[in-house]
């Protein structure tokens, strides 16, 4: 057990009080002794709706100790949501804020979704977290959890319509933990900024890396730029996984400068793709070397990582986890050769046990003993692998197919543009066209003519976007990845198409 190896050692640093290993521990197992004393048992589900605070990491332990399945609940959710999440897990708890329990009563007038709301402030009704800890017994738990039980159900966002629980194994997550831990060289002396949504599987991946080699994490939340250099300078942080737009916000922040970043060692980016220039930007201004990862939740989050002692790839999301085998297959399930495009497969140990209540889903997506990513990329003779896009957002112009990815990468080497989308517009004579969606740089100017231009010196006709349309900001998911669905809607509701 990590605590007892770990003891006084801060664990966490939240609100900027540390808590340490051996007070986390004894918090976990009084939780966890107390969920017992409620009649939550193995394999039971328990929903879990809070923001980065030490309750959800308490609550996710406190599962694992149990054999219980944990459901991080998206915190940005609204009741119809909640509603479907709880119903399809089978939770028979949720862990929730007031804010979020108000959720749940709205839902709640309907047959009772669950035995026990838990939450951790004061509400009308339910049962308070505080008293479920200071009553639980502090004796350790004699239960035994193998490497095949399911931690946690994590739900997919819905991108390809209703959402589905990710059945992930105690040994997927380790596996994978362990994975990354190699890659980054992680050490109990480093010190890591929480400020990616623990509800999500990144945040849970992070968390765990931490807690398997004694590192302390600084658990922030919400967001906020200054705030993160304020942390990184008092806690001298060194380890800083985020998302494209928060590394983005970092970047070109105007007060960057002012502060001490000089502990920062390392950076992950992962949800969603970070142009290259972004990336050099960042690395420079922040003296980090940033590693690009790519994945999904169905394999405990991700495949593929680069390399801190390899050349950076332009545009490369790098090579498999060891231990983890990735290829590229053609439809026809045809594994292919290097720099052949077809969809990224992967097998291996982080390889979820499956959906939840979902068998022919669970046996489409695990076909021929491979995980299909739905994502298309490509491999080069030195094993680094390349993402062309998502099979599904590919444009199909007149049978030509533009990947948006190539295309968004150009359009950020623009200077003006702060960020950008490739998304297909019916056209009757073609089938789609391609239109690029845009926000500028504060105080930059520039013409729809003008970018046209820019990308035509650069792209073959096919791929030059037939419109340019340009936004305050474009609307982002709570991971900080731009919704492309949502602009569809934006474009179709302004133009009629």
């Known amino acids: 057990s990590r605590a007892v190896d770990m003891g006084d050692r801060p664990a966490v640093i939240y609100k900027d009080e540390p ?36 309750e959800f990491i308490v609550t996710f332990f406190a599962c694992s100790y149990l054999g219980a399945v944990a459901v991080p609940v998206n915190i940005f959710y609204k009741e119809r949501e909640l509603e479907f999440l709880l119903r399809d ?15 749940y009563s709205k839902i709640a007038e309907k047959p009772p979704l669950f035995k026990w709301l838990i939450t951790t402030g004061p509400y009308e009704e339910g049962l308070l977290f505080r008293d479920l800890e200071e009553r639980g017994s502090g004796s350790p738990l004699d239960i035994a959890v193998g490497e095949d039980d399911v931690a946690e159900i994590l739900y997919t966002s819905g991108t390809t319509g209703v959402p589905k629980g990710t059945m992930l194994t105690q040994g997927n ?32 991946t992070v968390m765990l890396c931490c807690f398997r080699v004694g590192t302390c994490f600084v658990l922030m939340d919400p967001f906020d730029a200054e705030a993160v250099f304020r942390a990184i300078e008092k806690h001298r942080v060194t380890f800083l996984p985020m998302v494209v737009a928060m590394y983005y916000m970092v970047y070109n922040h105007p007060e960057r400068d002012k502060y001490d970043l000089s502990s920062l060692r390392i950076g992950i980016s992962g949800a969603s793709a970070m142009p290259a220039q972004l990336m050099q930007d960042c ?40 231990g983890v ?15 052949e495009v077809g969809e990224l497969v992967i097998r291996g140990p982080l390889v979820m046990k499956g959906y939840y209540k979902r068998p022919e889903e669970t046996e489409a997506a695990l076909r021929g003993g491979w995980l299909h990513s739905g994502d298309m990329g490509y491999y080069d003779e030195e094993g680094y692998f390349f993402m062309v896009d998502r099979k599904k957002e590919m444009v199909n112009v007149g049978g030509e197919k533009v990947f948006p990815r190539e295309v968004e990468e150009l359009i950020y080497t623009h200077p003006a543009i702060a960020e950008a989308a490739l998304i297909p517009q019916p056209d009757a004579k073609l089938g789609e066209i391609p239109v690029a969606v845009v926000a500028l740089k504060p105080g930059a100017s520039l013409s729809e003519g003008e970018l046209v231009e820019f990308l035509s010196e650069r792209l073959a006709r096919f ?35």
């Open 325 to 339: 085998e990735v290829g590229v297959m053609d439809d026809a399930g045809n594994l292919l050769g290097p720099n």
């Open 283 to 322: 690395s420079s201004a922040l003296s980090i070397t940033i590693l690009e990862a790519w994945g999904l939740p169905e394999c405990s989050a991700s495949a593929t990582i680069q390399r801190m002692n390899m050349p950076y790839e332009e545009g490369s999301v790098g090579l498999a986890h060891p």
């Open 173 to 204: 997550l380790f596996f994978h933990a362990d994975a990354i831990i190699g890659v980054l060289e992680l050490a109990g002396d480093d010190r890591a900024l929480m400020v990616v949504p623990v509800f999500h599987g990144y945040g849970i």
């Open 463 to 497: 791929k030059v976007p037939r419109r340019v349309v340009i936004f305050d900001s474009l609307p982002r998911n709570p991971i900080g990845k731009i919704v492309k669905k949502e602009l569809v809607r934006m474009l179709s509701e302004d133009n009629g198409y």
């Open 89 to 103: 897990s089978d939770s028979v708890a949720l862990v929730a804020t007031p804010t979020f329990a108000e959720f």
């Open 19 to 54: 808590i340490s290993y051996r007070e986390m521990e004894a918090r976990v197992t009084r939780f966890a002794n107390a969920l017992t004393d409620l009649g939550v048992g193995r394999g039971d589900k328990v929903a879990v709706m809070l923001n980065n605070c030490p």
